[in-house]
């Protein structure tokens, strides 16, 4: 794309602030936009050829999707299916070799192809065996010729699949982050997420992943579980911390449509909100008094850790190459993927659907990305980063400040104290309690069209 000529003298219109009306602090987690509820079906079905021919191919990313898991948690919607009949994830993964090689085929060799990171997600990539993630290893480096030794790899396990076979597998093919999902160590409280472990077999898990010596170690975990005190929180941020991990990730709990826990409880209240708003910030403060810095709303890092691999920041840009019946692609033009769903029934037959297909050159679910929303897209991916937005960087491919594309978004901001007041003209930083609000902010800049699309879509 080529980016407009700036003015001489660029001038941001005012932020004039309004009187703010009331907002809930845990709308959405805003971890793609727009979001897969925004999709539908493509018509013409356009062949991915066509979609990458002019695309920068330099430094792509690459992701693979696992869609299986030994359980599913009850906060858990995302695109997985519990367990696998006898020779499943063998199919599996010849449906994501014959997709890899019609991907590849697809973005033609008129020019360099490379890769500049890489992830393995899901669902529980460690699902598969040993054999079967070195086969993954392989579509991902022989298909698709992507250099795992070269390139940052970060693959997602839970402490049930964290084997000592499979991360020795992982370490030799070159990962360099594995992201735990650990929730809470407290038993009583893994038990009322509906995720049933023992903490004894967590620090075990831990223990072999720190003996695999890859570099960058991930924790995940998750405040707002009913019954979780504050000392049940901090019991949980101190085990985590004991393992001294490169990077932890703070999430709140989200109760959704069509999960375990939906079926349980409905949590809609402003005392929950609370709750949550005060579990978050004990634990950023716990966090920063211990010497990490926050890179966004749920993410810490230790300063002095091993490079960085691919973040949710760094996996949602142009470019990305999604294989896999859950993943998402991203074109500057299309972002698309395969049905979505989160019925267990409905995602069954989505995988056994894709392990059928035999024809992967062409797009079937997706939504196209005109000018505003790319403006958005940009906004939200830097806005939610606690690094903020260079406001060069939005002129240079734009043309234009964000204030001028988004001024009433922005003056709501800033009467409810959310950007940064201290921060110099030349960035746009959102302040800690900004921060603190990002899953209230990341919808407000949704765009009607997505809005709308995202209401009309039937949960299944």
Same mark, same amino acid.
């Given at each position: 794309?080529?980016?407009?000529?700036?003015?001489?003298?660029?001038?941001?219109?005012?932020?004039?602030p309004?009187a703010?009306?009331?907002v809930?602090?845990?709308?959405?987690?805003?971890?793609?936009y727009p979001?897969k509820?925004?999709?539908?079906?493509?018509p013409?079905?356009?062949?991915?050829?066509?979609?990458?021919r002019?695309?920068?191919?330099?430094?792509?990313?690459?992701?693979?999707?696992?869609?299986f898991?030994e359980?599913?948690?009850?906060?858990?919607n995302?695109?997985?299916?519990?367990?696998?009949?006898?020779g499943?994830?063998g199919?599996?993964?010849?449906?994501?070799?014959?997709?890899a090689?019609?991907?590849?085929?697809?973005l033609?060799?008129?020019?360099?192809?490379?890769?500049?990171?890489?992830?393995?997600g899901?669902?529980?990539?460690?699902f598969?065996?040993?054999d079967?993630?070195?086969?993954?290893?392989d579509?991902?480096?022989?298909?698709?010729g992507a250099?795992?030794?070269?390139v940052p790899?970060?693959?997602?396990?839970?402490?049930?699949?964290?084997?000592?076979?499979?991360?020795?597998?992982?370490?030799?093919?070159?990962?360099?982050?594995?992201?735990?999902?650990?929730?809470s160590?407290?038993?009583?409280?893994a038990r009322?997420?509906?995720r049933?472990?023992?903490?004894?077999?967590?620090?075990?898990?831990?223990?072999?992943?720190?003996?695999?010596?890859?570099?960058?170690?991930?924790?995940?975990?998750?405040?707002?579980?009913?019954?979780?005190?504050?000392?049940g929180?901090r019991?949980?941020l101190?085990?985590?911390?004991?393992?001294?991990?490169?990077?932890?990730?703070?999430?709140?709990?989200?109760?959704?449509?069509?999960?375990?826990?939906?079926?349980?409880t409905?949590?809609?209240?402003r005392e929950?909100?609370?709750?949550?708003?005060?579990?978050? /910030?004990?634990?950023?403060?716990?966090?920063?008094a211990?010497?990490?810095?926050?890179?966004?709303?749920?993410?810490f /890092?230790?300063?002095g850790?091993?490079?960085?691999?691919?973040?949710?920041?760094?996996c949602?840009?142009?470019?990305?190459?999604?294989?896999?019946c859950?993943?998402?692609?991203?074109?500057?033009a299309?972002?698309?993927?395969?049905?979505?769903a989160?019925?267990?029934?409905q995602?069954?037959?989505?995988?056994?659907?894709?392990?059928?297909?035999?024809?992967?050159?062409?797009?079937?679910?997706?939504?196209?990305?005109?000018?505003?929303?790319?403006?958005?897209?940009?906004?939200?991916?830097?806005?939610?980063?606690?690094?903020?937005?260079?406001?060069?960087d939005?002129?240079? /491919?734009f043309?234009?400040?964000?204030?001028?594309?988004?001024?009433?978004?922005l003056?709501?901001?800033a009467?409810?104290?959310?950007?940064?007041?201290?921060?110099?003209?030349?960035?746009?930083?959102?302040?800690p309690?900004?921060?603190?609000?990002?899953d209230?902010l990341g919808?407000?800049l949704?765009?009607p069209?997505?809005?709308?699309?995202?209401a009309?879509?039937?949960?299944?």
């Amino acid at each position: 794309m080529t980016a407009p000529a700036a003015p001489a003298a660029p001038v941001p219109v005012p932020l004039t602030p309004a009187a703010p009306r009331a907002v809930r602090p845990y709308e959405s987690y805003v971890y793609a936009y727009p979001h897969k509820t925004a999709y539908r079906p493509l018509p013409g079905r356009p062949a991915l050829r066509e979609l990458w021919r002019d695309e920068p191919k330099h430094a792509l990313s690459l992701y693979l999707h696992i869609p299986f898991c030994e359980v599913r948690c009850g906060f858990c919607n995302l695109f997985t299916r519990i367990g696998a009949p006898e020779g499943l994830t063998g199919r599996y993964l010849d449906a994501l070799d014959r997709q890899a090689a019609a991907v590849r085929e697809a973005l033609g060799d008129d020019g360099p192809v490379r890769f500049a990171n890489a992830a393995f997600g899901g669902g529980t990539p460690t699902f598969l065996t040993a054999d079967e993630l070195d086969r993954l290893c392989d579509i991902a480096e022989l298909r698709m010729g992507a250099d795992l030794r070269a390139v940052p790899l970060s693959v997602e396990a839970s402490p049930a699949t964290a084997t000592a076979d499979r991360l020795a597998v992982l370490a030799e093919r070159g990962a360099t982050r594995l992201s735990l999902g650990v929730q809470s160590f407290v038993e009583e409280e893994a038990r009322a997420a509906v995720r049933p472990q023992r903490r004894a077999d967590v620090e075990a898990a831990l223990g072999r992943i720190r003996e695999a010596r890859i570099p960058v170690l991930n924790i995940d975990l998750i405040y707002g579980i009913d019954g979780q005190t504050p000392a049940g929180w901090r019991a949980s941020l101190d085990a985590a911390l004991a393992w001294e991990p490169e990077e932890l990730y703070l999430y709140p709990l989200y109760v959704r449509p069509l999960t375990g826990l939906s079926r349980r409880t409905a949590h809609t209240d402003r005392e929950w909100d609370e709750q949550r708003l005060a579990l978050y /910030r004990q634990g950023r403060d716990h966090l920063l008094a211990q010497g990490y810095e926050q890179v966004s709303m749920r993410m810490f /890092r230790r300063p002095g850790a091993a490079p960085r691999g691919p973040d949710d920041h760094a996996c949602q840009t142009d470019g990305m190459i999604g294989l896999g019946c859950g993943a998402r692609s991203y074109t500057s033009a299309l972002h698309y993927s395969f049905d979505y769903a989160v019925d267990m029934g409905q995602i069954r037959a989505i995988v056994d659907a894709y392990t059928a297909t035999a024809d992967f050159g062409s797009a079937v679910h997706g939504r196209y990305v005109d000018g505003d929303e790319a403006r958005r897209r940009h906004l939200l991916q830097s806005l939610l980063q606690a690094q903020g937005l260079p406001v060069a960087d939005y002129r240079a /491919r734009f043309g234009t400040h964000p204030s001028e594309d988004f001024p009433a978004e922005l003056a709501d901001f800033a009467a409810r104290g959310w950007l940064d007041g201290t921060a110099p003209d030349a960035l746009l930083r959102l302040s800690p309690e900004g921060l603190a609000h990002s899953d209230a902010l990341g919808p407000a800049l949704f765009s009607p069209a997505v809005r709308a699309a995202m209401a009309a879509y039937a949960p299944k």
